[in-house]
């Protein structure tokens, strides 16, 4: 009998777990490991793991060991560029999970663990991938806050490299943040903004789209976070296009 795809799947999750914990130990037990900063991609290659499980408890245990390490080794430039690597991308995963408070924390990371002058913009040492999940997360915990002025000064720095029809695959994340930017500018109550935004980059006035062109787009970069940027352009018909009917 031919084993299952879920049970490989699990074969191979558990043989990360497995690799990673051995690889922890190691850097431990072996002095040539100057600094453990090394242990942080191990600890979210365990987690990740453990989130595609489904042991929530193992998670969170994983994370606090993430963390606990990060407040010892973000203080060097090695540490500090591990952790610029890692933690957005951990961050996205917790925010996903539901688990905001700790998806926060890693969002806020750089700013809680550094001084003031330690860097010039924590954006200079992330790439713009991870800039862009830590946008993501960060932006939409403001927005449940119902802040959405910082939201959207958050999101303007992220959006602007995303195009429709891009085949790279790092522009996904712009354009998860343009489809936030979107539905926190109409939030705000900000009408005259939100057109503009919605031409830039849907190149449709949001009068004239009967929510194919956002469709389209919205499937191509991320079903999840489509909902608050649909409602947004629910809510705009109904109030600009009196004649036609949306319920």
């Not at 002058?117 to 991938?129: C, K, N, S």
Request: net charge neutral; glycine share 4%; proline share 2%.
């Amino acid at each position: 009998t031919k084993p299952s795809s879920n049970n490989l799947q699990d074969v191979d999750h558990n043989a990360s777990i497995k690799y990673s914990i051995l690889a922890i130990n190691e850097i431990d037990r072996n002095r040539k490991f100057e600094t453990k900063d090394t242990k942080l991609g191990f600890y979210q290659i365990i987690i990740s793991a453990y989130i595609a499980k489904g042991n929530m408890t193992k998670v969170l245990d994983y994370y606090y060991r993430y963390k606990n390490l990060v407040s010892v080794v973000v203080n060097n430039k090695q540490g500090l560029s591990t952790i610029t690597n890692s933690a957005p991308y951990l961050s996205f995963q917790l925010y996903n999970l539901g688990l905001y408070e700790e998806s926060e924390e890693l969002a806020d990371l750089l700013i809680n663990y550094t001084k003031p002058g330690d860097l010039l913009e924590d954006i200079e040492w992330m790439g713009a991938v991870e800039n862009s999940m830590r946008s993501i997360v960060k932006g939409s915990l403001l927005m449940k806050k119902n802040n959405y002025k910082e939201a959207i000064s958050l999101f303007e720095k992220s959006y602007k490299r995303c195009e429709i029809n891009s085949k790279d695959p790092s522009v996904l994340y712009n354009c998860m943040v343009y489809m936030r930017l979107l539905e926190a500018v109409y939030a705000n109550g900000e009408t005259e903004k939100f057109e503009k935004l919605y031409i830039e980059k849907l190149l449709v006035h949001p009068k004239q789209d009967d929510l194919t062109s956002i469709k389209k787009f919205a499937l191509n970069v991320s079903p999840d976070l489509s909902a608050g940027v649909f409602l947004s352009l629910l809510d705009y018909h109904k109030k600009n296009n009196s004649k036609k009917n949306y319920d």
